[in-house]
């Protein structure tokens, strides 16, 4: 099951990033006194007790201003809305109830999802409280007082957040159906990629950046098994603003990612592979999916014997994060090679749950230290006692060792490239987890 995801919205300058960063446990949005600086990475998986959920970050919501980027941001905090799961209402006991405040919360009772009131700056609950009273004029619910500066009173918004959490028994498990989720900038293709695939025309499609709205779920048959096809096109571009519209991308992104089994990265082959396809392919490597580059629009690339050569080097280049990833070039427009793609989610499904048995996982191991001695470190070297697989989706190993210090990153990737030698695991990301035992 998808982990909730939890959006926090609220006028700008009311605190959200300072929550956000005092929530994820670390210093991830840029917290600045000026209102709508948000412009950083706006996501982090997070736990309390035994939940883990998804916390966006979103620009502020100015409900009436005709200033460009917080109309953006209005926009942007509308899809964190629409996506979420539980809306996380922050406002501010210092500048007390305004009026941008109530149009918030209008906008909040109409998208009839569960929403939870925080008064940040509440640094002294017997000085604040009787002016965090005042925003039960909202009709919302009970103000809860925090201070996301002082990290007080987060435990009970936490509880209070949790209370609306899926508790892991509804029909959502049963559903066995392969989740394909198609992200990628806007305008790469990805909804003409959707009714390719489809057959039909169920996307709005145009040459206009962002014209689909929502994420839409679309079931197609192919070769009598289902596929659920998450379609994350972003929103319509009403300007220029790059940073919003990326941030735009990246909400959509993480929002689908979370949903599915199989990602496909959409990339646009007239333009190239950039930063922002890296930032999207990111989210869903860091995540544990299954990942397949897609190269759309290859029929506009004029090609000699090197293009696709070429265009593979650079696209490993720009995402070498990714090695184990097939890239499978294509046209949406013409149809050509779409059909490859579900025998590439299939074969990605079948190693996502590949399970390697622990005495072939051992014999591995071994033959790799033969080959290239574990580093060693002011005369102690690091030792590798036993590996074994605990779990799939991704494929997860345990690796004992003698000192976890020891055992460096780039180690650990050769241990890797030797199982991925054995056993191929191709366009799954493998994690591994370091345990320390003591010698005898």
């Known amino acids: 099951m998808s982990k909730p995801i939890v959006a926090i919205v609220g006028r700008p300058n009311v605190g959200k990033s300072t929550l956000f960063n005092a929530l994820a446990g670390e210093r991830i949005s840029i917290v600045q006194d000026t209102p709508g600086v948000t412009r950083d990475r706006i996501y982090a998986d997070c736990t309390w007790l035994n939940y883990t959920y998804t ?7 100015e409900p009436d201003s005709q200033d460009v980027i917080l109309r953006q941001m209005r926009e942007q905090a509308q899809i964190a809305i629409e996506t979420a799961d539980v809306i996380l209402f922050l406002t501010d006991v210092r500048q007390g109830l305004v009026d941008a405040d109530s149009k918030v919360a209008d906008m909040l009772r109409k998208s009839g999802k569960p929403v939870v009131l925080a008064v940040n700056k509440v640094d002294s609950f017997p000085k604040y409280m009787p002016d965090v009273y005042e925003f039960y004029n ?19 918004l936490l509880d209070a957040l949790a209370e609306h959490f899926p508790r892991g028994d509804g029909g959502e498990e049963e559903d066995d159906r392969p989740r394909i989720a198609i992200v ?5 293709g990805k909804s003409s990629l959707v009714n390719r695939l489809v057959g039909e025309e169920r996307v709005i499609v145009s040459n206009v950046a962002g014209t689909t709205r929502d994420a839409i779920d679309t079931t197609v048959r192919y070769h009598k098994r289902d596929y659920v096809l998450i379609d994350t096109a972003g929103l319509r571009r009403k300007s220029k603003v790059k940073e919003e519209i990326e941030r735009f991308s990246i909400i959509r992104a993480v929002t689908a990612v979370e949903r599915a089994d199989v990602v496909l990265v959409v990339i646009d082959a007239s333009e190239g592979v950039s930063e922002q396809d890296a930032k999207i392919a990111g989210i869903a490597h860091d995540r544990g999916k299954g990942i397949l580059i897609v190269v759309n629009k290859w029929d506009l690339v004029e090609k000699n014997n090197q293009t696709m050569k070429e ?5 490993r280049e720009v995402l070498s994060f990714l090695p184990y990833a097939d890239i499978l070039f294509l046209s949406a427009e013409t149809g050509q090679r779409t059909g490859k793609i579900f025998e590439h989610v299939d074969a990605i499904l079948a190693n996502q749950s590949m399970r390697v048995a622990t005495g072939v996982l051992n014999e591995i191991l071994s033959e790799a230290v033969a080959m290239q001695q574990p580093p060693s470190d002011k005369g102690k070297r690091l030792r590798l006692y036993y590996i074994t697989q605990v779990s799939v989706k991704p494929p997860t190993f345990v690796i004992f060792v003698n000192d976890r210090e ?3 990153f780039s180690y650990t990737r050769y241990i890797e490239n030797k199982i991925r030698e054995a056993f191929g695991f191709r366009g799954t990301s493998l994690k591994f987890i370091i345990r320390e035992r003591k010698e005898k």
């Open 138 to 156: 909202l009709g919302i619910g009970d103000p809860i007082p925090v201070s996301a500066a002082s990290r007080l009173g987060l435990g009970d």
């Open 311 to 315: 265009h593979t080097e650079r696209i």
């Open 184 to 188: 990628g900038k806007p305008n790469v």
């Open 406 to 408: 020891l055992m460096h």
């Open 55 to 61: 916390l966006i970050d979103t620009g502020g919501i």
